[in-house]
Nanobody, 116 residues
Framework: QVQLVESGGGLVQPGGSLRLSCAAS????????MGWYYQAPGKQRELVAA???????NYTDSVKGRFTISRDNIKNTMSLQMNSLKPEDTAVYYC??????????WGQGTRVTVSS
């Protein structure tokens, strides 16, 4: 019954913005480490951003200053605000949640396409 569902992906022009959301059911995210990975065709899945239970964050260098990860423990959701989008941001984005030292639960992914 544990499930993560992403939403908010779509087609956007370079320089535009999208906000991805990840809604959890079956678990309460309060004590989970959470984040987003992305995967482009022919490439391995890579970490984009992560947020710890205490609110501390970490970003891959390519998105620093453009993306912001946040969590809302009351709504039991986690989001990724994506600004100044570039074509190289095009990928399927997956949210995850895990307890320390345990395997992660993954969402099904949401597609982001940045193109004119």
């Amino acid at each position: 019954q544990v499930q993560l569902v992403e939403s908010g992906g779509g087609l956007v022009q370079p320089g535009g913005s999208l906000r991805l959301s990840c809604a959890a059911s079956g678990i309460r995210l309060t004590f989970y480490f959470m984040g987003w990975y992305y995967q482009a065709p022919g490439k391995q899945r890579e970490l984009v951003a992560a947020i710890a239970p205490d609110g501390s964050t970490n970003y891959t260098d390519s998105v620093k200053g453009r993306f912001t990860i946040s969590r809302d423990n009351i709504k039991n959701t986690m989001s990724l605000q994506m600004n100044s989008l570039k074509p190289e941001d095009t990928a399927v984005y997956y949210c995850y949640a895990r307890l320390a030292g345990r395997d992660a639960t993954w969402g099904q992914g949401t597609r982001v396409t940045v193109s004119s």
